[in-house]
């Protein structure tokens, strides 16, 4: 623009060519104006931008640095974590182990316990045979001896006979005597036999009949050394009966009313295994603990014994 300047001027007046060189100076002043301010705001920005730039590396180091301490701990902190990682490892292996051997123990111990209830139940039974062998002996004893007393009482009878045959001197003054002694033995027989009775309705298991033929004994004859047997035998139904409240009552009138009677062991054991069967262990213990007390050498203690190691 500037090498077209002459031609222009050239083509133009003097007046028009200082008025259109008027506004160029103008312009150019304007030009240079403008370019001196821009220039100061170049530099101005470019110093900001220095600063700027200058923070920012300053931050960029200072967040390096702080990235490299947080590196450093977290480094730490997995080896630390590692480290207990691997203790906890070790510390669950033991505990498996342990773990594997006290179940093998549990097991073991459950099969101990097993055979151990096994060989408790098969002795409870062979107990429980026992008892009723012992029971069946008893009865058949009883019995036995009731035969044997009537075999007794009828002899004595025919003693009795013989004795007035062969001293006929004296019949008439034993007349008196005889007749009283016919009464005892008629007495005696009638007792026997009410007695032989009651206990084949017992052995028949007609234990309610059997317990009416008992107590016509024990009302009709109160004195009869068979008493005691007759009291104990209705005990015993009543047991054979499950009725073990009613047998116990029965039992303590034995014991009771025939201290010195030979049936006192035998209601007294009755008597504890009737509170057993009622589950009264605390009663029962008491009973068979004054059995094994009062006769310590009786097979009633000794099953007695055996039955309280059950408790």
Request: charged share 35%; aromatic share 6%; net charge positive.
């Amino acid at each position: 623009m500037l090498k077209e300047m002459p031609k222009l001027l050239k083509n133009l007046s003097i007046p028009e060519a200082l008025t259109v060189f008027s506004h160029f100076k103008l312009l150019i002043i304007l030009v240079l104006i403008l370019s001196i301010n821009f220039g100061c705001a170049l530099r101005k920005d470019v110093l900001i931008l220095d600063n700027r730039i200058g923070e920012l590396r300053v931050r960029v180091v200072t967040l390096e640095n702080q990235i490299s301490q947080l590196k450093t701990k977290t480094d730490g902190i997995s080896k630390k974590t590692e480290e207990i990682k691997n203790i906890e490892d070790e510390k669950e292996k033991k505990i498996r182990g342990l773990t594997a051997e006290q179940y093998a123990e549990i097991e073991k111990s459950k099969e101990n316990i097993q055979m151990l209830n096994g060989k408790l139940e098969e002795l409870d039974h062979l107990i429980k045979l026992r008892l009723k062998d012992m029971e069946e002996i008893d009865r058949k004893t009883d019995s036995r001896l009731a035969k044997i007393e009537d075999i007794s009482g009828t002899n004595n009878n025919k003693i009795a006979h013989l004795e007035q045959f062969l001293n006929p001197e004296g019949k008439e003054k034993a007349a008196a005597p005889a007749a009283a002694a016919a009464s005892v033995e008629k007495k005696v027989i009638a007792e026997d036999e009410i007695y032989a009775s009651a206990l084949k309705l017992y052995d028949g298991e007609k234990y309610e009949q059997a317990r009416e033929k008992l107590q016509e004994i024990l009302t009709n004859y109160p004195n009869s050394e068979k008493a005691d047997n007759c009291q104990f035998w209705i005990g015993e139904s009543y047991y054979q009966e499950k009725w073990y409240e009613k047998a116990i009552v029965e039992y303590q009138k034995v014991i009771e009313k025939y201290p010195k009677g030979n049936k006192v062991r035998a209601a007294l054991l009755k008597q504890g295994l009737s509170f057993y069967n009622l589950g009264d262990k605390k009663h029962a213990k008491l009973v068979l603990s004054e059995l094994i007390k009062k006769f310590p050498d009786s097979n009633e203690a000794k099953i007695a014994s055996v039955k309280l190691k059950k408790f």
